[in-house]
């Protein structure tokens, strides 16, 4: 079959369109014909090398997929082979006490496609038939291939770790993002007044049509000084950051008191600097989040029926272009997802 991969980590250069052997279902695995893939910043950070991330040579990136069972290994039943699908992103052991909790995302074995394992740039991949998740209809194999990591990432942040309940202001970075873009109808959804910022007037009316109440662009303006005018210099309740030491002072400086932010991502660097006598004296949450439970995903995709939250999709590519596809996530010029189609 066709696929990217790359064999050493470094920039868009190192992606190579190939031929690689065909994956095989093994006992309890489907083989499912990809039809889109959607790209993640994760992709990113795969691709330039990650501390302690040990890969299998050539590696394929990818953890947003949709398409279409082709075949089915032993011991499945109940998969029929021509229905489309949408995969699970990440793989745990399914045994452990996080695990058997609904926590999954806290198991010792977690990992992501196209991260700890071969991901979806490419038109096969073999998973465990556990990672099938029921396809939203009414939705092309591109827009569907936008919704698993990003949403699921998104919720957990909104929903099971800041909590965010009616009335509270919330500041969603970057609307233009995948998370971004998730997390802003996922407060709305849930009550929240929605603050949020871009960098370009052309992504203000979109960010609007998202259901943010606020938008700051904020290469022309502090973004903090503006949380502080809006909320009559009280701050935000709830800050979703995602871009690290770029923002994260400021992000801090937006928060009212006893204010909570959820981090998930760190796209501007490892490492911020942190006044810890305004965290204690203010008596802020600082909160990590990765990923989210499995379970999650599906009140997620009975949103996504329902027409209450809506997949973003910027542009649609060949698999053959993905570093051209890589270039412009790099360059932030997207808003919403960059899909590959093989």
Known sequence: MKAVVFHQHGGPEVLQYEDVPDPRPGCGEVLVRIKAVALNRLDLWVRNGLPKLRLAWPHILGSDIAGVVEAVGDGVGGVEVGKPVLLQPALSCGRCRMCLDGRDNLCRQYAILGENTRGGYAERIAVPATSLLPYPEGLD???????PLTFLTA????VRRAEVRAGEWVLVHAAGSGVGAAAIQIAKLHGATVVTTVGSADKVE?????????VILYRERDFAEEVRTLTGKRGVDVVIEHIGPATFAGSLRSLAWGGRLVLCGSSSGPTAEVSLVDVFFRQLRILGSTM???????AVLDHVRAGRLRPVLDAVLPLSRAREAHERLEARGQFGKIVLVP
């Open 292 to 298: 989210g439970s499995k379970a999650d995903l599906f």
């Open 155 to 158: 919720w957990q942040m909104v």
């Open 206 to 214: 979109k960010a609007r049509a998202l259901g943010a109440d606020h």
């Open 141 to 147: 194999f591109e827009h569907a291939a936008c919704l």
